[in-house]
């Protein structure tokens, strides 16, 4: 069994009990909360989020990119988003890359070297800075006010605000 099949396996268990509103795309909190990919960070057990209250985007590293500002424009143009809540976390992967290194390796195993940053950071707290600052600049999002960002430790599940 792949783990997709597993997958499907426990979904058709699950039924429909999960609680929320499903009626509208709009949050009802009106928040979009921006992630790490990393498996560790359950976003809506952190918050305690049912579905309908928030937008959640995920990406490696949690950083603001340029598909992230898309996504936050849609969100906040369209779907009524107001709030811009950024997760980044200890023990992150692109903590162990460079931004060179990963692109000569992919360059080496392709042929073509990639136009785009991986965002690798050093410092977690430095990026988290960055990219608040990436949300609170950008003028494609009307909503630049209320931009705070903190580092989850998945250790031991305290949110720490960076200031």
């Known amino acids: 069994m792949t783990a997709i099949d597993e997958l499907l396996r426990r979904n058709a268990e699950l039924g429909d009990i999960v609680p929320g509103d499903r009626s509208t795309p709009k949050p009802s909190m009106q928040v979009t909360i921006l992630t790490c990919m990393d ?3 359950r976003v809506f057990e952190i918050f305690g989020l049912k579905q309908g209250e928030a937008h959640v985007l995920r990406n490696a590293g949690g950083v603001v990119t340029d598909d992230m500002i898309r996504s936050l424009a849609l969100s906040q143009r369209k779907l009524g988003t107001r709030e811009v809540l950024l997760v980044h976390h200890t023990d992150c992967g692109l903590q162990l890359v460079t ?10 195993d392709s042929g073509l070297r990639p136009t785009w940053s991986v965002e690798a950071f050093r410092e977690v707290k430095d990026s ?17 006010d209320t931009v705070r960002g903190f580092v989850y430790d998945v250790r031991t599940g305290v949110l720490t605000e960076v200031v």
Not at 99 to 108: I, N, P, V
Not at 131 to 140: C, G, K, L, T
């Open 39 to 41: 498996s560790r960070i």
């Open 128 to 144: 988290v800075r960055g990219s608040v600052n990436r949300v609170r600049r950008s003028a494609f999002l009307p909503h630049r």
């Open 99 to 108: 931004e060179d290194d990963f692109k000569d390796e992919l360059e080496r």
